[in-house]
């Protein structure tokens, strides 16, 4: 199975080379494409490093580059334009996901079915009731609007076939583009599977980037495009 794993990096100096080494370690990986979201730490130096280390083993890595930051949802579509495997899938930098689930959710994946991996199907870790609030509240928000039963719209782990991912022409540069692909999905009737994930959420002070503002900016998101004619 040729799996594509997208990482949108922001100043992740600190964890970048310990998730990798985890990726490193699922063998149906077959490409690794890490967006620098105009990183100001060193980043850039620590994926030039994994670069070469990375030529010997059989795995295909593209180091990507925007020059200024222009969000996650940026990166995100700026890697799904350069993957080559069947399904796509997107990994926070941080450690707050373990790519040791990958298997779990490829074993329901089909290239029509969504697999999503939940982080509320599980007890796991919460650091901020605020955050988890948020979660709650805006995949309440997307059920009510589209009919669908979903636990967790906002989780990173999402199992995507490729040729569904690029049909969709997503538009959003900051976290809402979470909002928008699985709006995208849900309007064209996609099926989304979910499934128990573990997940170990990081605080503030250890970089985790998500704020109030882009819970608003995903209901937006959320409602434009159930509004919208189009498809």
């Not at 796991?124 to 509240?137: D, M, S, V, W």
């Not at 989780?155 to 809402?176: D, H, M, Q, R, W």
């Amino acid at each position: 199975m040729q799996v594509s794993v997208i990482i949108p990096v922001l100043n992740e100096e600190e964890t970048l080379q310990l998730i990798i080494n985890k990726l490193l370690k699922e063998d149906f990986v077959s490409e690794i494409i890490i967006v620098n979201d105009g990183s100001t730490d060193n980043t850039k130096k620590i994926i030039n490093r994994i670069s070469s280390s990375i030529k010997k083993k059989k795995i295909k890595f593209i180091a990507l580059e925007h020059k200024k930051t222009l969000g996650k949802g940026a990166a995100i579509r700026t890697g799904f334009k350069k993957a080559t495997g069947k399904y796509v899938i997107i990994q926070d930098a941080d450690l707050e996901y373990y790519p040791a689930d990958y298997k779990k959710l490829l074993k329901y994946s089909s290239k029509n079915v969504v697999v999503y991996g939940s982080r509320f199907l599980k007890k796991n870790p919460r650091t901020y009731i605020r955050t988890y609030l948020g979660n709650i509240l805006i995949t309440a928000f997307c059920n009510l609007l589209f009919g669908s039963k979903l636990t967790d719209t906002y989780t990173c782990y999402k199992v995507l076939p490729a040729s569904i991912i690029k049909s969709l022409s997503l538009e959003s540069n900051g976290f809402e583009i979470e909002a928008e692909i699985t709006a995208k999905l849900l309007k064209r009737n996609i099926q989304i599977i979910e499934k128990p994930i573990s997940y170990k959420p990081r605080s503030y002070q250890e970089g985790k980037k998500i704020i109030t503002k882009d819970a608003f900016l995903g209901a937006f998101t959320l409602l434009k495009i159930k509004l919208n004619p189009s498809p």
